[in-house]
């Protein structure tokens, strides 16, 4: 049993920025408002997610450690309309399998919170416990008894960045949710909550470079599309600065960055990208998200249509700043 979840962590998990990401996106979809994720030595040590979200009802507390023991979808139908960030039912007995956790959780209507500890795959305690409305949760010595992956991770700095680059995408996908990322009590994002996203680009890429970029909307009969993008002027050397997100859910799309891109004709220098965050809204049967473990990469119906969206979308808005 806990081999068949540490297998499944070998696809899930793979580094601790990938346990901050699968608890993150758990208390976004619990409807949380505010999310505090502080992490110790890059993840290694640990990552604490304490969010005001509904809770797990104390009968289930457990069971969300059982492989495939999702509360997001309950039917075959569903795997194809998914609103939720996860669906698998993977990431916490992954998780479970490979390090040392510490569950606590309590919904609005429960006197008691419930918490579980379970390291390498088995139960330690459950028990009952004070808690207020919401989910804490304490993963600690990830890949303790997976020497090979631990050996695998890079250096502290680097594992630390991807933690980072998580965190901000998840706030840029989330304006309405307050995020705050602390690594060894060093605060290293805070967003507000408010719905903004001119205010989410300006916590994570800096409030002159929020400043420098340009908002766009469009939609047709399929796809509403908006974001904000930035000047020419504005560029960095690689296009991971280009965020897509579609029904709330961050992605990687090649042909969706280009569009993004190819809006900018010539005016941009060879070899530099825009800064940009682009949400797109569409119905659910349009994408598959079921195409990998960490549902990044996604399959879209009518990419053309989209693409050229984007593309004529941008391009008439970098006209309009008579450059
Ligand atoms: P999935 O997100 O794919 O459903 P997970 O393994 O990430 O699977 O979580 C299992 C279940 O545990 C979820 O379906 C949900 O019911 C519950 N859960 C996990 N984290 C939280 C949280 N922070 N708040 C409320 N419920 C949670
Ligand atoms: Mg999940």
Redesign the pocket.
Same mark, same amino acid.
């Given at each position: 049993e806990n081999l068949s979840n540490q297998i499944a962590a070998g696809e899930v998990i793979e580094r601790p920025a990938s346990v901050v990401k /699968?608890?993150a /996106?758990?208390?976004i979809?619990?409807q949380?408002q505010h999310i505090d994720i502080l992490v110790e030595d890059a993840g290694i040590k640990s990552i604490r997610?304490i969010?005001d979200?509904? +809770? #797990?009802p104390e009968t /289930?507390a457990l069971?969300? &450690?059982e492989r495939h023991?999702? @509360?997001? #979808?309950t039917s075959r139908h569903d795997l194809f309309r998914i609103n @939720?960030? +996860? &669906?698998? +039912? /993977?990431?916490?007995? @992954? #998780?479970a399998s490979v390090s040392d956790v510490v569950?606590k959780?309590a919904t609005a209507d429960q006197d008691a919170g419930k918490l579980v500890h379970i390291r390498g795959g088995e139960v330690q305690e459950e028990t009952g416990t004070t808690a207020r409305k919401?989910?804490d #949760?304490t993963v600690n010595d990830v890949f303790y008894n997976t020497p090979a992956r631990l050996k695998y991770l890079k250096s502290q700095s680097t594992e630390l960045s991807k933690i980072v680059d998580v965190v901000n995408r998840l706030a840029l996908s989330h304006p309405d949710v307050s995020f705050h990322l602390v690594h060894q009590k060093k605060e290293l994002l805070r967003t507000s909550g408010n719905g903004e996203l001119q205010q989410v680009v300006a916590a994570v890429y800096g409030i002159q470079q929020a400043r420098k970029m340009i908002a766009f909307s469009a939609e047709d009969d399929d796809f509403k599309i908006n974001g904000l993008t930035s000047l020419p002027e504005l560029t960095r050397a690689n296009r991971s600065y280009i965020s897509l997100i579609i029904n709330g859910r961050y992605i990687k799309n090649y042909q969706l960055s280009n569009a993004v891109v190819k809006g900018y004709g010539s005016k941009l220098m060879v070899g530099r990208f825009p800064i940009s965050v682009l949400e797109i809204e569409m119905d659910p049967l349009l994408i598959d998200v079921n195409v990998h473990p960490q549902k990044h990469e996604v399959r879209l119906s009518k990419e053309t249509e989209l693409v050229a969206l984007i593309e004529n979308t941008i391009y008439n808005r970098i006209a309009q700043e008579n450059l």
């Open positions: /699968e608890l /996106e758990n208390a979809d619990a949380a997610v969010d979200g509904n +809770g #797990i /289930e069971k969300a &450690f023991a999702t @509360s997001k #979808i @939720s960030l +996860g &669906f698998r +039912g /993977e990431a916490l007995p @992954s #998780i569950l959780t919401g989910t #949760i």
